[in-house]
């Protein structure tokens, strides 16, 4: 790639002049990591502009005039693509930034962004190569992601931050029906979640914490009022609670000055939030943190003792804005890490506490860190979770003096700022343009299908006039949510996915055209798949779900599924699944799921049988068992269009 280092390289913007651009979204996309291919959707003509950003080496691909129908995207990729990013900069484009590992470049030459429809655009990369000794090559830094504690396969709902417990719920409440009952006798803290809906995996569950002074989290039995509670190591141990606004759960925190008992023993919480208008933010709670003032605050508590360590006296940013710097009053020791799920750089600093009058930076509103989280994590150890501004990302940590540490705050070309175009990227570094590569003139749009699906023998469906309906297919789950776990191991996404992609191809072979929420296993938000349904005019909502009792109802098993307003494409799908599949009833039911309640279409959400039941989980991981179910489906659907 240093052949490249003499060009004058300038943005490229590609005019295909006979496909005029047209308001329209972003609706599906799906990367394949073993063909290193990203292939994206638009509801309406888009003409996409590339280029290559290097240090780290970034594909960042525009679509002028579309906007993202759905919440912003980022995602790891695998292979040596670190991750997918996708948004909206200015509110008139959307942007798909791919990512290369550290220290990893492609030839800009060979990297393809090709049209198959003017709404279907692939995005092919070569293998990816390490950058050749020499280069100007972003420094390589350990960006892996260590779970703060191992919670049993199947908690995946239950998630421990930075801060305390986050709790996955189907619904929430309301906070002012939320209430906290200590019981200092039982040494438990239980929570009344008025209004609010557990999921089925987690009913009857109790789940090992062993964090912030919590041994265990136990959840009422299904058909109970909802309400969870925690099993404390030691009386005294005092929580707060509230709902999350966004991310659909219920944040748990342990109350400043509280003792809390971990891994390493007892401590107070001694711990400074600095950030622009708001508290300390719990990773997990997605933004949804209570605004306070923007003044730093440190707990007053009693002081940590310990022989040997170093003092963490202040953190400042240089007059440049270039770097971070924690200050001690001897040589530290630190270790970071980027936390992909967060975006925050988490900085642990060994054999370390934090002074009584500690001093953090004045953040600016403009500046290159948005929020600052400092505490005492252990009684030897302080964990400083950064978030970069608008603008920035992170560069090395290294140590800069015997008592000094830095973090290097680097402007990102991909970003947006104040003065800039729409679809004009910051020119920062070297930018190669990459060729854009137009559709067939004959092509026509067409919706997302699966690039690869085993073949169905013919079956004997209604057919609807061709393309004149258009069904949206919503598989339940995928990526970082694997949704219920049943048993062996089987997860609720793994085998959604191909029932999803039966029922699409039916319904395609009898002339409905069909829109998938994803095409493989990668999450979309429970907004996300509603905005898209919403935005692309779909005739019908149909979500495929598998079911879950727990792991000690082995013995449940059956077929159920849900509406919200009218129930006929229930009943009509209900009517076709019981007559023609080997599977117990139970029944149709109303409900208030997200997603029925929030689609403007007829919809319905089905439960194909429960991967924790012996009777089911064997059948739905049997392809024979999952086409039968489909087909099914798919009848259901088609019966309901010609009534329509």
Excluded: C
């Excluded at 239950?158 to 709790?167: D, I, K, M, N, R």
């Excluded at 390493?264 to 300390?280: D, F, K, N, V, Y």
């Excluded at 630190?334 to 799920?341: D, K």
């Amino acid at each position: 790639m240093s052949r490249l280092s003499g060009f004058v390289l300038t943005f490229l913007s590609v005019l295909l002049t006979s496909l005029p651009a047209m308001a329209g979204q972003l609706v599906n996309w799906n990367f394949n990591a073993s063909q290193n291919r990203l292939t994206f959707y638009t509801n309406a003509r888009v003409q996409p502009t590339a280029q290559l950003i290097p240090n780290p080496t970034r594909i960042v691909v525009d679509l002028p005039g579309t906007t993202l129908s759905g919440p912003t995207v980022r995602q790891g990729g695998g292979g040596k693509v670190k991750e997918i990013r996708i948004g909206s900069p200015d509110g008139l484009t959307t942007r798909v930034v791919i990512e290369l590992d550290a220290g990893y470049t492609v030839d800009p030459q060979k990297v393809k962004v090709r049209g198959i429809t003017p709404t279907q655009w692939v995005v092919e990369l070569p293998t990816p190569e390490l950058v050749p000794a020499g280069t100007n090559a972003a420094p390589s830094q350990n960006n892996s992601v260590s779970p703060r504690s191992a919670l049993p396969t199947g908690s995946q709902d239950v998630q421990v931050t930075a801060s305390g417990l986050f709790v996955r719920l189907d619904k929430n409440g309301s906070n002012n029906q939320l209430k906290i009952k200590p019981n200092s006798r039982k040494k438990t803290v239980e929570f009344e979640l008025g209004g609010a809906v557990l999921p089925q995996g987690l009913a009857g569950q109790s789940l090992p914490i062993n964090q912030f002074g919590v041994n265990e989290i136990q959840f009422s039995e299904p058909g109970t009022d909802p309400r969870l509670s925690l099993v404390l190591g030691e009386a005294g141990v005092s929580w707060n609670a509230h709902y999350s606004r966004i991310g659909g759960g219920i944040v748990l925190l342990p109350k400043q000055g509280s003792r809390s008992q971990g891994s390493t023993g007892t401590l107070r919480s001694e711990s400074a939030s600095i950030g622009m208008g708001s508290s300390q933010v719990d990773e997990a709670s997605q933004g949804s943190a209570t605004l306070t003032s923007s003044t730093t605050t440190v707990a007053q508590s009693q002081r940590l003792s310990g022989r040997n360590l170093a003092t963490i006296t202040a953190i400042d940013i240089t007059r440049d804005d270039s770097q971070l710097l924690i200050r001690g009053d001897r040589p530290i020791t630190a270790r970071g890490t980027l936390n992909r799920l967060t975006g925050n750089y988490e900085i642990r600093l060994d054999r370390a506490q934090l002074a009584q009058q500690f001093q953090g930076p004045k953040l600016d509103s403009n500046g290159p860190i948005y929020q600052l989280n400092i505490r005492q994590e252990t009684p030897e150890t302080v964990l400083v979770i950064v978030q970069a501004g608008s603008g920035r990302r992170f560069g090395r940590l290294f140590r800069s003096g015997g008592t000094l540490y830095a973090l290097e705050l680097i402007p990102d070309a991909t970003a947006i700022r104040p003065g800039s175009r729409p679809g004009q990227p910051i020119q920062t570094g070297d930018q190669i343009p990459i060729a854009i590569i137009p559709p067939p003139p004959v092509s026509q749009p067409s919706f997302p299908s699966n690039i690869t699906r085993p073949s169905l023998p013919p079956a004997n469906l209604p057919r609807v006039p061709q393309g004149s309906r258009l069904v949206f297919i919503d598989p339940g789950h995928g990526g970082k949510d694997p949704g219920a776990i049943g048993l062996g191991g089987v997860q609720e996404k793994d085998v959604i996915m191909p029932i999803s992609q039966y029922v699409t191809q039916y319904l395609e072979q009898q002339g409905v055209r069909v829109l998938m929420a994803r095409t493989s296993d990668y999450f979309v938000s429970l907004q996300g798949r509603t905005d898209m349904a919403n935005r692309a005019g779909a005739d019908l909502f149909v979500s495929i779900h598998a079911n879950s009792m727990g792991q000690g109802r082995p013995d449940v098993s059956g077929f159920e599924i849900y509406y919200f307003g009218n129930p006929g494409l229930s009943q009509a799908i209900h009517r076709n699944v019981i007559r023609s599949v080997d599977v117990k009833d139970r029944g149709i039911r109303k409900a208030r799921f997200y997603v029925l309640r929030n689609s403007r279409m007829p919809s319905t959400l089905i439960e194909t049988g429960f991967v924790t039941g012996y009777e089911d989980n064997a059948k739905l991981t049997n392809p024979a068992y999952q086409q039968q179910m489909a087909q099914a489906i798919a009848r259901g659907i088609l019966e309901y269009l010609q009534q329509r």
